[in-house]
């Protein structure tokens, strides 16, 4: 049976939250019988996506709140 699970990708200052996030990555690996498959990136998220979508304005595609913007794209 495939093993699904959230993995920290990056911790990183946010300016939005005002300290440390954990940027993290739902992972779906593939079961036993075919171990030659790389995982599949199901969803990503942001350890204060839930703070931030409570504020009036827009945040990031992290929180899933505004698309076209990624602080932490590099």
Known sequence: ??????????????????????????????????????????SKRCSRGLECNMWNNMTCVWAGTNPMYDPFEK
Do not use: N, S
Not at 16 to 29: D, F, K, N, Q
């Open 1 to 42: 049976m495939a093993d699904k699970r959230w993995e920290t990708i990056r911790v990183q200052f946010c300016d939005h939250a005002g300290c440390e996030v954990r940027l993290e990555a739902e992972l779906v690996y593939p079961a036993e019988f075919l171990p030659d498959q790389p995982p599949r990136l199901v």
